[in-house]
């Protein structure tokens, strides 16, 4: 079931989030001179801050467990951490984990980030997309396992789908989230969306 997402009431973000947004900032550039790893653009850090903190304060999220499929640099997790969300990511690039790891030690931000795919084993099927250029990588440790939850045990879920690859990331969470649970994806120039998964019905509008 597709939501609005709520207009915060606050005018701006928590300082420390803001904080957090401009040392990631900070740091993009330089992550991206020394490789470009396959895939990674990071979303719109305070468009999605601003959507947690509506999410936040209209108390949608049955919760407060948080996971960024696909985290990058790790921002989305360490905003939802700054606005009381009990937060992880999952991302397949090894070297990107590490930039994470690094930026939530120096802000002083206790987020779990594994190295694997969010991807859950079974969950495979759901992947197969003719897509000339996709962001999603096959295989891979899986990354719920590391971290030592379920994918049903989130309340939400964050991800940024590359064009051509939203429907595997509804499938996987229509199939793995536990009912309820709200799934925020970031879709570039179109925006945010909202969704919540209803028990026995699908993610879809
Ligand atoms: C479009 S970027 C978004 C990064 C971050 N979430 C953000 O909003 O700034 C997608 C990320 O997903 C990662 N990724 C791709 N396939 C994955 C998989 N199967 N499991 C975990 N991460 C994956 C990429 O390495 C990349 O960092």
């Known amino acids: 079931m597709d939501l609005p997402i709520p207009e915060p009431r606050e005018a701006t973000l928590p ?3 803001l904080v957090l947004i401009e040392e990631a900032e900070r740091r993009v550039p330089a992550i991206l001179e020394k490789r470009t790893p396959p895939g990674f653009v990071c979303s719109e850090f305070e468009r999605v801050g601003r959507a947690i903190q509506g999410i936040v304060e209209a108390n949608l999220a049955a919760g407060n467990a948080c996971c960024e499929w696909g985290s990058g640099l790790g921002v989305v997790a360490l905003m939802a951490a700054c606005q009381g969300f009990h937060a992880c990511g999952i991302e397949i690039d090894s070297g990107l984990v590490d930039e994470a790891n690094a930026l939530a030690e120096d802000l002083g931000l206790d987020v779990e980030f594994a190295c ?3 991807v859950p084993e079974g969950g495979e099927d759901l992947t197969d997309v003719p897509q000339e250029f996709g962001w999603l990588s096959a295989g891979g440790a899986c990354g719920h396992e590391i971290l030592g939850v379920d994918p049903e045990e989130f309340d ?7 064009p051509g690859e939203e429907q595997v990331i509804e499938d996987l969470f229509e199939r793995y989230a536990g009912d309820s649970a709200l799934l925020l994806t970031f879709h570039g120039m179109e925006g945010l969306r909202l969704r919540r998964k209803i028990a026995g019905g699908a993610a879809r509008p």
């Open 15 to 17: 300082a420390r989030v």
């Open 116 to 118: 694997g795919t969010f």
């Open 156 to 162: 939400l879920v964050f991800a940024y789908p590359w």
